[in-house]
Nanobody, 115 residues
């Protein structure tokens, strides 16, 4: 049974930084890709960043230059370094990895950017 667990969310002031982590367990090989999504109140869930097994990355335009996705294949862990945070980054952040249907999802971690 694959389990996906996010951590690292919290309350931060505008301009601050946070680093999210997501550990996937219950599988003996590295995932072809890993991704971070977010969902703000009243909005649809959106893809924030995506990374392939060989390290190719893509980002939603609103976070380019501020967020960095990385991964540790040996640990099946993916990270999201978030710098220069803005109030509009406030959302629940979810980790997603390949699996049946829409893949496996974590429970989410809340990120709140507020002064």
């Amino acid at each position: 049974q694959v389990q996906v667990v996010e951590s690292g969310g919290g309350l931060v002031q505008p301009g601050g930084s946070l680093r999210l982590s997501c550990a996937a367990s219950g599988i003996s090989f590295s995932f072809n890709w890993m991704a971070w999504y977010r969902q703000a109140p009243g909005k649809e869930r959106e893809l924030v960043a995506h990374i392939t097994i060989d390290g190719r990355t893509t980002y939603v335009d609103s976070v380019k230059g501020r967020f960095t996705i990385s991964r540790d294949n040996a640990k099946n862990t993916v990270y999201l370094q978030m710098n220069s945070l803005k109030p509009e980054d406030t959302a629940v952040y979810y980790c997603n990895v390949p699996g049946p249907g829409a893949g496996y999802w974590g429970q989410g971690t809340q990120v709140t950017v507020s002064s």
